[in-house]
């Protein structure tokens, strides 16, 4: 069979992938396809793939990297590609989108948001400023701005801005390494984010007070909005982990539905998928809170090494999951 959009089911070797000129770029539809075999030539001369044996069970499409992959039915099948599983441990920092199950989501909001409720609580109880909680930050610059206070508000103005950079800086970077076909680039971001941050709180050391409360407060309103971005961006918009505004919307919402559903009023077969929902939102507001309380004891104890110990923290969630994929990655290579 040749062509760039096969289709149909093949009794032997399972569904035919659709739409393979959708994969984009080359790198990651030949990565991904090559570890479900079955190529053939085309009149071209390029490749056109043909029957994944269940490995794609009908999840194939232009987001390459997302696919659903299940476990081999046929004898002699590849292992499962190793986005589908990457080892669930430390998944959280690799799977991206419909890839993930809710499990997934909960374990990276939960470890994100109690890194930025500390790292938020710590500089608030230092400098008496919030790096993420834009919606307090912009209300201040109104009311400074309404009383004339302009060289305060331009502070104001200048954490927002940060945030904003942060989060513009962090989607270029992770839109760049799919691009190339990077699977572990949001791990990768996440390691930038811990290495700047260990920089940021040993440069605190070194610097005096003048310099170093601006350098603070800029440096963690940049690397919360380059974290909200990481996980808005692999969760697919589901988890948030810098402010909990929204989240405390969501679960005050879940409840008034589980209202209804306890008095008849609501389908019941929306009670497990609220009950997720909540389970998570819950679950990154403890999360936030309790991550607030070590990191004022942390800075209490450690003063502003508390923020590189926070990116060593990081850094090794990170490393971790890059060579957990790594290890995974190494056994298709001889597949090519």
């Known amino acids: 069979m040749t062509g760039g959009s096969l289709g149909g089911w093949d009794e032997a070797t399972g569904p035919f992938l659709h739409d393979i000129g959708a994969f984009d770029p080359p790198a990651v539809r030949d990565r991904l396809l090559r570890t479900a075999g079955h190529t053939a030539a085309t009149p071209e001369g ?21 696919a659903r992959i299940t476990a081999p039915a046929a004898a002699g099948a590849p292992g499962p590609f190793l ?17 993930r199950d809710s499990r997934l989501d909960r374990k990276l909001a939960f470890a ?13 109880h230092e400098v008496g400023f919030f790096s993420a909680n834009m919606t307090g930050n912009v209300s201040a610059l109104s009311s400074l701005l ?15 801005l940060a945030f904003v950079v942060g989060a513009m800086v962090s989607t270029l970077v992770i839109g760049a390494g799919l691009r190339r076909g990077i699977i572990t680039i ?3 971001v996440i390691l930038g984010e811990g290495m700047l941050l260990a ?16 350098t603070l ?3 963690l309103a940049f690397l919360m909005g380059l974290q909200n971005a990481i996980v808005t961006h692999i969760s697919n918009a589901r988890v948030r982990t810098t402010h909990v505004s929204g989240m405390s919307t969501d679960i005050g919402i879940g409840l008034a539905r589980m209202i209804d559903i306890l008095r008849g009023k609501g389908e019941d077969a929306d009670r497990e998928a609220i009950m997720t929902r909540m389970r998570l939102h819950i679950g990154t507001v403890i999360s936030f809170l309790l991550g607030g309380v070590v990191g004022v004891l942390a800075w ?22 890059i060579e957990n994929a790594r290890q995974r990655t190494a056994r298709y290579d001889g597949l090519d």
């Open 146 to 160: 309404a009383m004339g206070q302009w060289a305060k508000g331009l502070g104001y103005l200048a954490i927002i």
């Open 300 to 321: 209490r104890l450690a003063g502003d090494l508390s923020f590189a110990f926070a990116g060593f923290v990081l850094g090794v969630a990170a490393l971790t999951s």
């Open 46 to 66: 390029g490749k056109a793939y043909k029957a994944i044996p269940p490995l794609l069970a009908g999840r194939a499409g232009p987001a390459g990297l997302n």
């Open 83 to 99: 986005l589908e599983r990457c080892g669930d441990e430390h998944g959280m920092l690799i799977r991206q989108g419909d890839a």
């Open 112 to 124: 994100l948001a109690a890194v930025a409720g500390g790292l938020n609580a710590a500089a608030f």
């Open 199 to 214: 920089l940021l709180g040993i440069s605190r050391i070194a610097l005096d007070r003048a310099a170093g409360v601006p």
């Open 186 to 188: 949001y791990a990768r």
């Open 217 to 219: 407060i800029i440096g």
